[in-house]
């Protein structure tokens, strides 16, 4: 009976991990908090920095191009976090750009910390860092991320031919890898960008859980070899 007992108590606990796991990944808001230049660019101490710049264009010929920036934070607020930024330029074509959709790679478990962090940030005119980002832009009216993918939505009318978003982005406990990204357009063409532009995006480590399960697996089986 005690044996049974054991086991028992052994498997709610894996099911307890289980449930856990499967809570974290509900849809939910992203704070999008309006940061300053000075603690995006300088505050938060950028170091390993890591770019990526990736055309996009649409069946009508609609075209520009995403420019993501993945750095790692030794100071301020997000010190001892990744932090990744994304902005959206539309060159030239018809319609406009109302929203952009990130694949994390693996689960969105992976976006944020506690609480779930996403910011956005106009680099000012004449400044020096980040070269790769223009000034100003269309700014996000919302940050949010469902079970499957990170969504932004841009303030109305969108991101016109000509026009750039403002810096957006999240910050992660986790390392950078590549994923693509769906840009929502309306007017002339509606279909995805071919092929899909891709973007930096945090990457998850090895699951707790698993690490967790494959321990209670063998304390099973030490059980089973002393019974």
């Known amino acids: 009976m005690f044996r049974l007992l054991g086991l028992k108590t052994i498997f709610s606990m894996a099911l307890a991990c289980l449930t856990l796991v499967a809570n974290s990944v509900t849809a939910a808001p992203l704070s999008n908090t309006t940061v300053s230049w000075t603690a995006f660019a300088s505050t938060w101490a950028p170091t390993n920095i890591q770019v990526l710049e990736s055309p996009f264009t649409f069946a009508d010929g609609a075209s520009g191009k995403i420019v993501s920036i993945a750095y790692f934070s030794t100071g301020g607020t997000t010190a001892g976090k990744w932090v990744y930024a994304y902005q959206v330029i539309f060159n030239s074509g018809a319609g406009k750009i109302h929203g ?76 950078p890898t590549v994923a693509s990204a769906d840009l929502s357009k309306v007017n002339g063409s509606s279909s995805l960008p071919t092929p899909l532009p891709l973007v930096l995006v945090a990457s998850p480590e090895p699951s707790g859980f698993l690490l967790l399960s494959f321990g209670l697996l063998g304390f099973v089986g030490l059980r089973r070899r002393f019974k």
């Open 100 to 175: 952009i959709y990130i694949s994390p790679a693996g689960s969105t478990t992976t976006v944020g910390v506690t609480p779930n962090f996403s910011f956005k940030v106009s680099k000012p005119s004449g400044a020096g860092e980040f070269p790769q980002f223009l000034s100003n832009g269309v700014t996000t009216v919302s940050g949010d991320y469902t079970d499957s993918e990170l969504v932004w939505v841009f303030q109305a009318p969108g991101i016109l031919a000509g026009q750039n978003s403002v810096v957006f982005g999240y910050v992660s406990d986790f390392h």
